[in-house]
């Protein structure tokens, strides 16, 4: 194990044997470092690293759905729950339960994962079935020819 280390010198100790120490140049130890493949991308090689091109980070203005943001209100099994927050990384949106503070005086809160939210907006607004478009279709050609 690593006692102590300065610029010039490194003191190692095995905490089985407290009393046998060993002493090693700073170099030597640097250079074992590098040396073990376990210590690959870990240890730099003491040059100024390089700049690299920035990765993409997700906007912070970006939404995380198309569908559900903050402040809308969505109605589900007959109750109205207002968004409140949407977690980037879980996901998670926390709405209020709106319906409730009105019966009762005061609000609750309910979470639910992103996905589950935007499939209630999916059973409010179904996807019209095929022959449908074709009915709009032919209603707006007979339209155009008259």
Sequence with gaps: MLSSFDENTV?????????????????????????????DGLIGDGKPEEEQPAQETPAKDKPLSDTVHIGDTI??????????????????????????????????NRV????????WLVEVFPTPPFWFA???TLVMVCLHIK
């Design 112 to 119: 639910e994962k992103l996905e589950t939210v935007e499939g």
């Design 11 to 39: 003191l190692l100790y095995n905490p089985r044997c407290p009393l046998i120490s060993e002493e090693l140049p700073r170099a030597e130890f640097d250079a074992k470092l590098r040396e073990n493949p376990l210590n």
């Design 134 to 136: 074709i009915a709009i």
């Design 75 to 108: 109605e589900h099994d007959g109750r109205s729950y207002v968004v409140e927050s949407i977690g980037s990384i879980s996901r998670d949106v926390s709405m209020r339960d709106i319906t409730f503070a009105h019966e009762n005086g005061f609000p609750i």
